[in-house]
């Protein structure tokens, strides 16, 4: 990976098919960009709104900004169920706006956007030009009909919740966004807009579809708990050159599956666990698997790497860090045992949620690895998610 902070978060902003593992599992906010391609270039879905500033405890003057907020803690495990409750909290009163079914139905050819500083993922998503052509124009006279907006709402719990002060909606040309922004934007936008990656989409240098080719075999997501999407995400594999293949997802039974059952791994966890998703690139299994090693690298330079030696030698490092380590060294591990990259991902998540010493001892004892992987498959074929 790029660079790590001491918590296993990458420390770099990035742009890719999907988060990174830890960056998926300890976002701190998320949101969604609607983008639609015209004969111009770009065009982006904004919000005009007044953000509020936590520092100021005022809300600061109407910007350009994208559909997001702050992850709900111990409610919401994926990106993508945040960033489409901010987008619903924002429109989804309007009429012709986008419902929950379709917005998860888009995020299935979504690229992510991930703004280290801010632990912010943005998943942008691209809908066909004439789809959401009016909604500006309908979002206005809603907000008319509705007449002044309140600034909060009380809580049951007693908590004060600051309500998005969101002025119009516009779509926006790329070229009045980079290289510099022609009109007024957040910080947060700006941020957004300062990573290379995703200015090179917005000028037109990066394509999404030839960048990240695997998107078609990625199980469909949907609202976590409802079991959905089950796709079997058979990821490609190619000679490609440096770039990451094989397409995981993360949470792809829909990101609330419990697969423990009391049955053989008795965690009544998270099948969609923390390396159900694409950031660690699945790799070949002719490489590297006798030392343990071996490295891919993703598109603009970010290699992706499983380190070297046994799970011994990271003792002293921090829990998060130490299960990253060892997590890398069990798909390697693990792949070439199970049926495809995507199932090797969500086996390895399920492994990671053993008790330590059961996890250790399937980096060393093949034979028991071997058992586990069986048990796994075994747990996903009830699920329905092996055929």
Request: proline content about 7%.
């Amino acid at each position: 990976f790029g660079g790590m902070m001491p918590s296993g978060l990458s420390s770099d902003s990035y742009v890719d098919r999907q988060l990174r593992p830890m960056d998926a599992e300890h976002y701190s906010a998320a949101g969604i960009q609607l983008y639609r391609r015209v004969n111009e270039g770009i065009e982006l879905l904004c919000p005009r709104e007044r953000p509020w500033n936590s520092f100021t405890q005022a809300y600061d003057p109407c910007a350009l900004n994208v559909f997001g907020g702050k992850r709900v803690p111990r409610q919401e495990r994926l990106a993508e169920t945040t960033g489409v409750r901010c987008f619903l909290e924002s429109v989804g009163t309007v009429d012709g706006a986008p419902d929950t079914e379709s917005l998860y139905a888009m995020l299935h050819n979504s690229f992510v956007v991930w703004y280290a500083m801010g632990k912010f993922a943005l998943l942008v998503v691209e809908v066909p030009k004439e789809n959401l052509v009016d909604l500006p124009d309908k979002f206005s006279i809603t907000k008319q009909q509705g007449g002044p907006q309140e600034e909060y709402k009380m809580l049951p719990t007693g908590v004060r919740k600051y309500i998005k002060q969101i002025e119009e909606l516009d779509w926006v040309p790329a070229a009045e966004l980079v290289p510099q922004p022609q009109v007024e934007v957040t910080d947060l936008l700006g941020n957004l807009l300062q990573i290379p990656a995703f200015r090179d989409f917005l000028e037109g240098t990066l394509d999404p579809e030839r960048a990240w080719p695997e998107a078609e075999n990625r199980p469909m997501l949907g609202p976590e708990g409802k079991g959905e999407g089950k796709g079997k995400g058979k990821g490609k594999k190619t000679s490609g050159k440096g770039k990451d293949k094989g397409g995981g997802w993360k949470g792809g039974g829909g990101g609330g599956g419990s697969y423990g059952k009391g049955g053989v791994f008795g965690m009544g966890g998270n099948m969609g666990g923390v390396f159900a998703c694409k950031g660690m690139a699945p790799m070949d299994a002719s490489k590297g698997m006798s030392g343990f090693g071996g490295e891919g690298v993703s598109d603009y330079g970010v290699a992706v790497s499983a380190p070297m030696g046994y799970a011994s030698d990271y003792d002293q490092n921090p829990a998060e860090m130490q299960r990253q380590m060892y997590g890398e060294q069990l798909y390697l591990l693990v792949q070439p045992m199970a049926p495809s990259p995507y199932l090797a991902q969500k086996i390895t998540g399920m492994l990671l949620e053993l008790p330590q010493n059961e996890l250790l001892l399937n980096l060393t004892n093949q034979e028991e690895l071997y058992r586990r992987v069986q048990e796994a498959l075994d747990v996903l074929k009830e699920d329905g998610v092996v055929a």
